[in-house]
């Protein structure tokens, strides 16, 4: 027996669902901090890019966006390791790290694009389930 496609309004449902929940959800507290402050810090902006890109890598049924994901994870919970040092007070044996809040902003928002053309592909193109729990038989 074979299944009818999933109707093309749900598939735009399913991906419209999986970017803000999979995709928005987690970046959450990056707005709070800039509504609550006009600003974020460089701790949050390191701290959230490592954990935002070993999160979505691990989503991601691409081997390369998987390999992605965990190398730049390594590299910003290094970065956050050393900006927290330097705002703790150990700024004389710890250089600055130069542009860590440009690129860690970058590196989520690539990792955003990236992981919404995989899903695009995975949900609106072939037709797959967001919520693989739920069945409407």
Not at 84 to 97: K, N, R, V
């Amino acid at each position: 027996m074979k299944k009818e496609p999933v109707p093309l309004l749900i598939r735009l449902q399913d991906y419209l669902v999986c970017v803000l929940l999979h995709l928005m959800f987690p970046l959450l507290p990056l707005g709070l901090e800039y509504w609550t402050t006009q600003n974020i810090a460089e701790t949050s902006l390191t701290l959230m890019a490592s954990v935002y890109a070993i999160s979505i890598g691990l989503s991601s049924s691409s081997p390369l966006l998987f390999g992605i994901g965990i190398l730049v994870s390594f590299v910003f919970s290094f970065a956050f390791g050393m900006t927290s040092a330097l705002h703790q007070g150990a700024a004389q044996q710890i250089p600055p790290l130069p542009y860590v809040k440009e690129l860690a902003m970058i590196s989520i928002m690539l990792i955003f694009i990236m992981q919404a053309s995989e899903r695009f592909k995975r949900h609106i193109i072939q037709g797959k389930r967001f919520w693989t729990w739920y069945s409407d038989e």
